[in-house]
């Protein structure tokens, strides 16, 4: 499928329309961090609705493992690295070439990221088992990254990717505590009605959401569902300029589904080739984690 296509076909034109108005769409009611994988399942389903309504159905159910079931729950593991383990990452991170780093982070979030450090895809590997145990099913490693927060750090309200359904979040190393707070596990946003405006506190403020505070010290972590509990941090309170927060995101998704999970293979996994036009759109490349 080429992208553009030959749009002097009537009927290549008239699908071309669809998928754009499905971007269109998903763009103008999802606008958190991470949200674009969103925006592409919803897209998707919109033009496999309307143009091969038959397969609809097997498209939703083949994506269902990477939902959450309502009745898991935040789980806090206090001293769930020691303090052997802390120093042995904080001289990683002292070693690493942090100029590689994404500048688009820097500006944006005021941290720096770090992803995949050979030390750490190995540590994750080693947790897999007891991940698996506390989230209730068989996860494998997605990917991780070391988040060095300055004291201008942003986390604004948001939902993951469900290539990062499941969350290991350990604080390394801190000026202060920086409570993460976590909603209850709940449906993929889909319908999400928030205004362009005031989408942050549609979120935090929504009455059917219970946000609790996780105040993490470090070698604390918390296992939580990123892709289906909202979550974030308010910007440090009365940070200084030497204030800081080191923390390590290990992501998991459901053993088996790293391939659906990949929105750049659906139009092969299901036979639909329009879907290339929503995979690849410009409008859905911006960066996340
Ligand atoms: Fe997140």
């Given at each position: 499928?080429?992208?553009?296509?030959?749009?002097?076909?009537?009927?290549?034109?008239?699908?071309?329309?669809?998928?754009?108005?499905?971007?269109?769409?998903?763009?103008?009611?999802?606008r958190?961090?991470?949200?674009?994988?969103?925006?592409?399942?919803?897209?998707?389903?919109?033009?496999?609705?309307?143009?091969?309504?038959?397969?609809?159905?097997?498209?939703?159910?083949?994506?269902?493992?990477?939902?959450?079931?309502?009745?898991?729950?935040?789980?806090?593991?206090?001293?769930?690295?020691?303090?052997?383990?802390?120093?042995?990452?904080?001289?990683?991170?002292?070693?690493?070439?942090?100029?590689?780093?994404?500048?688009?982070?820097?500006?944006?979030?005021?941290?720096?990221?770090?992803?995949?450090?050979?030390?750490?895809?190995?540590?994750?590997?080693?947790?897999?088992?007891?991940?698996?145990?506390?989230?209730?099913?068989?996860?494998?490693?997605?990917?991780?990254?070391?988040?060095?927060?300055?004291?201008?750090?942003?986390c604004?309200p948001?939902?993951?990717?469900?290539?990062?359904?499941?969350?290991?979040?350990?604080?390394?190393?801190?000026?202060?505590v920086?409570?993460?707070?976590l909603?209850?596990?709940?449906?993929?946003?889909?319908?999400?009605?928030?205004?362009?405006d005031?989408?942050?506190?549609?979120?935090?403020?929504?009455?059917?959401?219970?946000?609790?505070?996780?105040?993490?010290?470090?070698?604390d972590?918390?296992?939580?569902?990123?892709?289906?509990?909202?979550?974030?941090?308010?910007?440090?309170?009365?940070?200084?300029?030497?204030?800081?927060?080191?923390?390590?995101?290990?992501?998991?998704?459901p053993?088996?589904?790293?391939?659906?999970?990949?929105?750049?293979?659906?139009?092969?996994?299901?036979?639909?080739?329009?879907?290339?036009?929503?995979?690849?759109?410009?409008?859905?490349?911006?960066?996340?984690?």
């Amino acid at each position: 499928m080429h992208n553009p296509p030959d749009l002097s076909d009537k009927a290549t034109a008239q699908s071309y329309l669809v998928a754009q108005r499905a971007i269109h769409r998903a763009c103008q009611r999802y606008r958190w961090y991470d949200c674009n994988w969103l925006r592409k399942y919803s897209a998707a389903k919109e033009l496999i609705e309307k143009l091969r309504p038959e397969r609809l159905s097997n498209f939703i159910e083949t994506i269902e493992p990477l939902r959450t079931g309502g009745s898991f729950t935040t789980r806090e593991l206090r001293s769930a690295f020691d303090k052997r383990k802390l120093i042995e990452i904080r001289d990683a991170i002292k070693h690493h070439p942090i100029g590689n780093s994404s500048s688009y982070e820097k500006e944006k979030f005021g941290r720096v990221i770090v992803h995949d450090l050979p030390p750490l895809v190995d540590l994750q590997r080693d947790i897999e088992s007891e991940i698996s145990t506390i989230v209730g099913e068989e996860i494998e490693s997605s990917y991780n990254f070391l988040s060095l927060y300055s004291n201008l750090g942003v986390c604004e309200p948001h939902m993951d990717s469900p290539i990062a359904k499941w969350t290991f979040d350990v604080c390394i190393e801190q000026s202060k505590v920086w409570p993460l707070y976590l909603s209850q596990v709940v449906d993929w946003p889909e319908t999400f009605a928030g205004s362009a405006d005031n989408w942050r506190s549609d979120i935090v403020d929504d009455p059917n959401l219970t946000f609790t505070a996780y105040n993490l010290e470090p070698g604390d972590a918390v296992v939580f569902s990123g892709s289906s509990q909202w979550h974030y941090r308010e910007p440090l309170s009365q940070a200084g300029p030497d204030d800081f927060c080191n923390l390590l995101f290990f992501h998991f998704l459901p053993r088996g589904t790293r391939e659906i999970a990949r929105a750049g293979n659906w139009p092969r996994l299901f036979a639909v080739p329009e879907l290339e036009w929503i995979v690849s759109a410009a409008a859905l490349q911006s960066a996340s984690s």
